[in-house]
């Protein structure tokens, strides 16, 4: 079947650390790969994408590559900031992006 | 272009009743999706249109639930005879499906229903 796993949280982290939060997943077709964000009392926003793999998805400095080999879309910062603070979700879609697939989300606190 | 809207923002009923939420897509997507999110989940599939057609339900949606896209634009998802097990944020989101599009769905901020 599709699904997505995500290390859990919650992430805490001190300002202009690093983060990792891994993401893997299973499916049966040829999969394009998202991470979306929710900040407090917000919906879920796109934060970066991959349709293919070895591609690598970028946005407000968070990257994400696809690696088909690992099955694989880690989501990375070089620096965190007290603003990224947020619930992080991993997802997947196949066949014509008719629905994704979510991973459970995990909670990054980010300490001044 | 305002976003995706959902109202109400929260509902709380009693079990046993019915209840009726909305969703505004964004103006010209042609696709419409139903989500539920449980606390401390990621959101689960429930349903999807294109234009007016409802084109997949998941195993999720018991008969209790019914969900209707009449004209192409708003849709409703109406849950009878709620039990407590139906309390979750429901979510809503849209996108724009042809051509050259990115695919992206669009989330509306949800509607959390509390079944007492």
């Known amino acids: 079947g599709n699904s997505v796993t995500q290390m859990e949280g919650p992430v805490t982290l001190s300002e202009e650390a690093f983060l990792t939060i891994n993401c893997t997943y299973t499916a049966t077709g040829y999969p394009s790969l998202f991470w979306y964000v929710q900040y407090p009392g917000e919906g879920l926003q796109l934060l970066l994408k991959a349709t293919k793999a070895d591609d690598k998805g970028s946005n407000k400095g968070f990257e994400a590559t696809y690696r088909k080999e690992t099955t694989s879309f880690h989501l990375e910062k070089g620096s965190v900031q007290v603003s990224d603070s947020a619930v992080y979700f991993c997802?997947?879609?196949?066949?014509?992006?008719?629905?994704?697939?979510f991973g459970s989300g995990t909670k990054l606190n980010v300490k001044p | 272009d305002t976003g995706v809207s959902q109202n109400p923002r929260h509902k709380i009923t009693k079990r046993g009743q019915n209840v009726t939420f909305r969703c505004d897509p964004i103006s010209e997507h042609n696709r419409l999706y139903w989500y539920r999110q449980t606390l401390g989940q990621g959101p689960e599939f429930l349903t999807y249109?294109?234009?007016?057609?409802?084109?997949?339900k998941s195993r999720l949606l018991s008969d209790r639930f019914s969900a209707e896209r009449p004209k192409g634009s708003f849709s409703t998802l109406e849950i009878q005879r709620t039990e407590q097990g139906d309390s979750a944020m429901y979510l809503c989101a849209s996108s724009l499906v042809g051509g050259r599009t990115t695919y992206e769905q669009y989330f509306g901020p949800g509607t959390r229903l509390t079944v007492t």
């Open positions: 997802a997947l879609s196949i066949y014509n992006f008719n629905k994704f697939y």
């Open positions: 249109f294109q234009n007016e057609a409802q084109l997949e």
